[in-house]
């Protein structure tokens, strides 16, 4: 067990649905990072919260948001599915990525 | 802007062999490197890091990295392959350790196989 919890760890839905991956970061990290894997794309660097704050954004797509609570959690919520956002989506976290950030077991969304 | 080059996508070494996995990177200042195995239907498990210290690098499982800016590069070898050792493995890059640069860009990764 990492200490960043993901869940579902599965998800099937249909295009067009809606979908919120949960992201709970490991005890005292203070940012998470989103990223999703595809076999195509890759890793690929999606959105970075710190302390409830947006700091930085990547290859998000427009259709895609996040937040991060108080409690320090985050959520990435996921609308308008195509096919093509078939992925493994991942949480990590950190205090600072000196340490290298602690990544969660992952989601993967599988939209039909 | 910050990117990783993995050369190739597959490396087949025998059991007890050298492991040899090549990363090059590009950044605008001074780097953090980092190594990650993905074992499958697993997240990411960092396996070394590089933060300006030592530049030779000592990780888990036997693994060790060497920082060489001259070359640009950050290899990830172990002496002696093990079955176990057979994953995908990324390289990755942050250009800070906080604020918006510290986010990783990562390499394509390369699958590791290892041959009885």
């Known amino acids: 067990d990492s200490g960043v919890t993901q869940t579902p760890k599965h998800l099937i839905t249909a295009t067009g649905q809606r979908v919120t991956l949960r992201c709970s970061p490991r005890s005292g990290d203070l940012s998470v990072y989103w990223y999703q894997q595809s076999l195509d794309q890759g890793l690929q660097f999606l959105i970075q919260y710190y302390n409830g704050e947006e700091r930085a954004k990547g290859n998000i797509l427009e259709r895609f948001s996040a937040q991060q609570f108080p409690d320090l959690h985050s959520e990435l919520n996921l609308s308008s599915l195509e096919l093509g956002d078939s992925a493994l989506y991942f949480c990590?976290?950190?205090?600072?990525?000196?340490?290298?950030?602690?990544f969660g077991s992952g989601t993967r969304l599988t939209v039909v | 802007a910050q990117s990783v080059t993995q050369l190739g996508s597959h490396v087949s070494v025998s059991e007890g062999a050298l492991v040899l996995l090549r990363c090059n990177y590009s950044s605008s200042v001074p780097p953090y490197l980092f190594w990650y195995v993905q074992y499958p239907n697993q997240g990411l498990q960092l396996l070394l890091k590089?933060?300006?210290?030592?530049?030779l690098v000592k990780g888990i499982n036997g693994f060790e990295a060497e920082f060489k800016k001259s070359e640009t590069s950050f290899h990830l070898t172990k002496p002696s392959a093990h079955m176990s050792d057979a994953a995908e493995y990324f390289c990755?890059?942050?250009?800070?350790?906080?604020?918006?640069?510290?986010?990783?860009?990562f390499g394509k990764g390369i699958t590791l196989s290892v041959r009885p």
């Open positions: 990590a976290s950190s205090i600072t990525s000196r340490g290298g950030y602690t």
């Open positions: 590089y933060t300006s210290a030592a530049t």
């Open positions: 990755a890059v942050s250009e800070g350790y906080t604020g918006a640069n510290s986010k990783l860009t």
